[in-house]
């Protein structure tokens, strides 16, 4: 089940990381609207935060986004494509 998010704000560790994987903020924003949460940190601070599985022409994409339910914001705190030989092939499950 997708997030909810109507407002995106980037963290400047996820603007630096999506540089170095060649990820775009409108991707990674798609993500954050559409994936689908395959695991979920209810404890992360100060955020509850989730990993969102969403697949951009193909191909597997990771985000990891902070939840402030309250004003409905997403905030992104990094964002990769996940290595297949860390992850079985549905991208969703750990070796």
């Known amino acids: 089940m997708p997030m909810k998010c109507r407002h995106i704000?980037?963290?400047q560790h996820a603007f630096t990381r999506m540089f170095?994987?060649?990820i775009s903020p409108?991707?990674?924003?798609?993500?954050?609207q559409n994936g689908e949460v395959i695991e979920s940190y209810p404890d992360d601070q100060p955020y509850?935060?989730?990993l969102l599985l969403f697949f951009e022409?193909?191909?597997?994409?990771h985000?990891?986004?902070g939840v402030n339910e309250a004003q409905s914001t997403c905030h992104i705190v990094t964002a990769y494509w996940p290595d297949p030989k860390l992850w079985k092939a549905d991208f969703k499950t750990r070796r």
């Open 9 to 11: 704000v980037f963290s």
């Open 20 to 22: 170095e994987r060649e």
């Open 26 to 32: 409108d991707t990674v924003k798609r993500a954050a």
């Open 48 to 50: 509850p935060s989730a």
């Open 57 to 61: 022409e193909g191909k597997a994409l």
């Open 63 to 65: 985000v990891i986004a």
